[in-house]
């Protein structure tokens, strides 16, 4: 057994994290980055991802110098959800590594004793979302530390190609920048060809200042099947036919929490125990289900894709979509949180062509025109004493009267949020105007193309579905990996 200096990678990772060896390409990544290198890692969800900079930000941490004018160094990671963030430092702090986050779910005193201890020196691994940087005390605080290390996690988030697109990523060159230009590494595990030369791109790199390193995605313990349904009776047998002739855990997720709902209800009505989740469940409700299927053993959860990411269960034996997801990107994100453990996990998908129906209305949904997003600011902005009055039904009588179930108003407001546009509470809506719309939320060219880069991930969804063959070729061809 050879010997490691004490504060090594391979030390590190055998005292920290319990593993005597890397995988994949870990120990190739932890050495781009430790000389300063700037990294592009897609690696298959639970295939160790994080250590790629958990790692690294524990040697750089290590490598301190006393010097009391010489800023502490600080591992910055970028993650999108508070929920995942929560849970990773969990993790860290039960390993003992001193770790923390900052978001909206921490009480004003919490915050502020967290920015006091950064100022101060400690945490090795923070973790922020970017809509953090809006804040003028936390770049201040963020100015006493010396960023070694800038991880962005689900950087898919960052292109606007991506399945997940998050504005404010698209600001992370120029955060890079403020930062002092840190060794940067951006992680995902799902990105396609043109999805990865944007992330590149807005990181504010060239091609050729950064190492990719792609390990592939392909999942070998997974078994993907697809079986064509007629009705929803087809699909609740499928369900109770791999609950009963299955051990462990399991998810099926569904589109629409109406239909969640119908399906709970049946198989109650067969007493089949199950867990329900999904985004209009209070927060601490989804918590206490997440905490139960986390920690105990055998949960079937009937779910939305409000869960998912922070679930990192090793042992879920199968992972089944009761509808057509709307992406090849988003399916394979879901359906890799089955076996973790590298055991034989079950994944299926139940091919209904009605599904389809659904998936085209949440596309138009999702994708406002320019006269609607003017139309919107407007009123926001010209009507602001009846929109405080009324809220947001008020607001969707004036846009659309006829048509409630339109949900074009959440996607408009959720995007006039996130670029600036208006500051305040969008539940209950209480907003003010603050600037002008962005020019490519006026632009209908631009509108119409993110539209259908929409539909031409749906229609890839359905020709897997349909596909005949090898349907992880069909995978690896998608996201451009050579096999």
């Not at 292109?159 to 951006?186: C, K, M, N, Q």
């Amino acid at each position: 057994m050879p010997e490691f200096d004490s504060n090594s990678p391979e030390q590190i990772l055998a005292d920290v994290f319990g593993h005597e060896q890397f995988r994949n390409r870990q120990r190739e990544v932890v050495q781009e980055i430790l000389l300063g290198n700037h990294c592009l890692v897609i690696m298959p969800t639970g295939m160790g991802k994080s250590l790629c900079y958990q790692i690294p930000a524990l040697v750089l941490a290590s490598r301190h110098s006393s010097d009391r004018n010489v800023k502490p160094p600080l591992t910055l990671v970028l993650s999108p959800l508070i929920a995942l963030m929560k849970d990773q430092v969990d993790g860290l702090l039960d390993r003992g590594v001193d770790a923390t986050f900052i978001n909206s779910s921490l009480q004003r005193n919490e915050r502020l004793h967290r920015y006091t201890n950064i100022a101060q020196g400690r945490y090795d691994i923070l973790y922020v979302t970017p809509e953090r940087f809006r804040k003028d005390d936390f770049r201040e605080v963020l100015s006493k530390r010396k960023i070694v290390l800038l991880a962005i996690d689900e950087a898919h988030c960052i292109s606007e190609w991506g399945h997940d697109f998050r504005p404010d990523y698209t600001r992370v060159g120029e955060l890079r920048r403020w930062l002092g230009d840190p060794a940067t590494i951006a992680l995902t595990a799902t990105a396609t060809p043109d999805v990865q030369a944007d992330i590149v791109r807005q990181l504010h790199l060239k091609e050729d200042q950064v190492r990719h390193f792609h390990a592939g995605i392909d999942r070998p313990n997974l078994s993907l099947d697809v079986v064509q349904t007629w009705d929803n009776d087809a699909k609740r047998q499928q369900i109770v036919e791999t609950r009963k002739n299955t051990e462990g855990s399991g998810i099926v997720y569904f589109t629409l929490i109406r239909t969640l709902t119908e399906f709970s209800d049946q198989l109650w009505d067969q007493k089949i125990p199950h867990l329900i989740y999904h985004g209009d469940l209070p927060r601490d409700r989804r918590r206490q289900l997440q905490d139960s299927f986390m920690n105990e053993d055998g949960h079937l959860v009937l779910a939305t894709n409000a869960f998912g990411m922070g679930v990192d269960k090793a042992d879920i034996r199968y992972v089944l979509h009761a509808d057509l997801p709307g992406s090849l990107e988003s399916y394979y994100q879901e359906v890799g949180r089955a076996g973790r453990d590298g055991l034989p996990s079950r994944c299926l998908l139940m091919y209904d062509e009605r599904d389809l129906a659904t998936q085209m209305e949440f596309i138009q949904w999702s994708n406002p025109d320019a006269e609607y997003y003017e139309r919107v600011w407007y009123l926001l902005k010209n009507e602001a004493e009846q929109v405080r009055a009324f809220g947001i039904e008020w607001l969707r009588e004036k846009l659309h009267a006829k048509q409630k179930h339109d949900r074009r108003l959440e996607t408009t407001l959720g995007m006039l949020d996130r670029w600036g546009v208006i500051e305040g509470s969008l539940h209950p809506l209480q907003v003010k105007v603050v600037s002008d719309l962005p020019e490519h939320l006026r632009d209908p060219a631009k509108l119409d193309s993110k539209r259908e880069r929409d539909q031409r991930k749906l229609l890839a969804m359905v020709q897997y579905a349909k596909h005949e063959g090898d349907r992880k070729a069909f995978i690896n061809k998608y996201f451009g990996v050579a096999i």
